[in-house]
């Protein structure tokens, strides 16, 4: 089992541009979360999908952000245009259906400049 | 609403010296609670979890946690503590609906001294 692989590991990228986070869950697993982390307000949960299907966007902090579950397999953030204060390290987590036990990814440090 | 408190920002424990983590949460009912540790530049690991009966779980790494209701508690606890348990570790609450979301605490950070 290769866990929750997310990429990438580390992104730098220039305010303005767009970025986009991905996130592969555990096969089998049909409920995925993104979290974001910084120092100030710790791990927020921004969005999460049960059997890909957005559940509760009420986390993600505004227009620019954007996420996407096209199949079981695959999943990304997108923010456009892109802020220094996104600066943070963003989360993967999936587990299945009635299994609070989530499997994190590695996560992403963005950095945007 | 619910909310989850780790009262301690950093604890230092000398190495094999014993390990109590604070938590306290705030909830309508019964909560599901867990605690996650994390290295650093990793992800988070499930340490443990606590559902319903017996009060006192045992985990990973040898960690052991004890939910308390009447202090709306769930401290984290090893008798030994090893260099490698330097990180940091959140605890969080679990709402009991079709959500399965998670509310992290602010996480508490290890430091151990050798």
């Known amino acids: 089992d290769a866990g929750v692989i997310q990429s990438p590991r580390h992104e730098v990228t220039e305010m303005g541009q767009e970025v986009t986070l991905r996130c592969k869950p555990i096969?089998?697993?049909?409920?995925l979360f993104w979290y974001r982390q910084t120092m100030m307000r710790g791990l927020e949960l921004l969005i999460y999908?049960?059997?890909?299907?957005?559940?509760?966007d009420s986390g993600m902090p505004e227009d620019r952000f954007s996420a996407k579950m096209p199949n079981a397999s695959f999943s990304t953030l997108k923010i456009q245009p892109s802020e220094p204060r996104d600066s943070a390290v963003y989360f993967c987590?999936?587990?299945?259906?009635?299994?609070?036990?989530?499997?994190f990814g590695s996560g992403t440090r963005l950095t945007v400049v | 609403a619910q909310s989850v408190t780790q009262p301690d920002i950093h604890i230092t424990v000398s190495e094999g010296a014993s390990l109590e983590l604070r938590c306290n949460y705030s909830?309508?009912?019964?909560?599901?609670l867990f605690w996650y540790v994390q290295s650093p530049g990793q992800g988070l690991q499930l340490l443990l979890k606590?559902?319903?009966?017996?009060?006192l779980v045992q985990g990973i790494k040898g960690f052991e946690a004890e939910f308390k209701r009447s202090q709306s508690s769930f401290n984290l606890r090893k008798p030994s503590v090893h260099w490698s348990d330097a990180a940091e570790y959140f605890c969080?609450?679990?709402?009991?609906?079709?959500?399965?979301?998670?509310?992290f605490g602010s996480g508490t950070r290890l430091l151990v001294r050798p």
């Open positions: 987590a999936s587990t299945w259906e009635g299994n609070y036990g989530y499997t």
């Open positions: 096969s089998g697993h049909n409920s």
């Open positions: 999908f049960n059997n890909n299907v957005p559940i509760d």
């Open positions: 909830y309508g009912a019964t909560p599901y």
């Open positions: 606590y559902f319903s009966g017996d009060t």
């Open positions: 969080a609450v679990g709402r009991m609906d079709s959500s399965y979301k998670l509310i």
